[in-house]
């Protein structure tokens, strides 16, 4: 896989920035090795569910997370560009309530693992935007939980103008202080 992993501002969140192989025909890149993701990335992740989704510039899906069959997730753009943000949801973490974000793209080919505990979105900056996401576990409609996306205790700096085009769960997320959360 060749990849290179760095670290966040939370810790356990890893911007991972696969090797690609590129000459006049086009590109290659491993997009997922288990071993290379255990030794580099320091998790034993086994991902059950694969999701893939398209969305319009403007388009703001998030800040998602499971209460129970919590969800890890090995997020990565194959079209467009998207800014993506992640939060830290567990109440006795001392990084509860910061948050990160990164643009991810075709272009750049970046992939962030975001663990179980963190609220997760992403803002479509592009057209269009195709993005993928392994999970560590099923999706369970009624454990999913929204965090507000414009709470400003949490303060994401999200990179928009105007308001979001957004479902109506997303709109109805609650801040953080009213957010049921992980111990």
């Excluded at 997760?120 to 560590?136: I, M, N, P, Q, R």
Aim: a negative charge; proline letters at 5%.
């Amino acid at each position: 896989m060749a990849i290179t992993v760095t670290a966040t501002a939370l810790p356990e969140v890893k911007l991972i920035e696969p090797k690609v192989f590129g000459d006049a025909r086009g590109f290659f890149l491993e997009s997922f090795n288990e071993r290379e993701f255990a030794q580099k990335v320091g998790v034993d992740a086994r991902f059950v569910q694969d999701n893939h989704s398209r969305s319009a510039r403007g388009v703001l899906r998030g800040m998602h997370y499971q209460i129970q069959h919590a969800q890890g997730k090995l997020v990565r753009v194959v079209a467009g560009e998207v800014f993506d943000a992640v939060v830290d949801v567990r109440k006795r973490s001392p990084n509860f309530g910061k948050w990160v974000g990164f643009r991810l793209s075709a272009e750049n080919h970046r992939q962030l693992w975001v663990p179980e505990g963190f609220a997760h979105g992403f803002l479509v900056l592009s057209e269009t935007a195709d993005f993928l996401y392994k999970t560590t576990d099923y999706w369970y409609p009624e454990h999913e939980r929204c965090l507000a996306w414009d709470d400003p205790q949490v303060g994401v700096q999200w990179p928009i103008e105007g308001e979001p085009v957004m479902a109506e769960k997303d709109k109805a997320g609650k801040p953080l202080a009213d957010a049921e959360t992980y111990i």
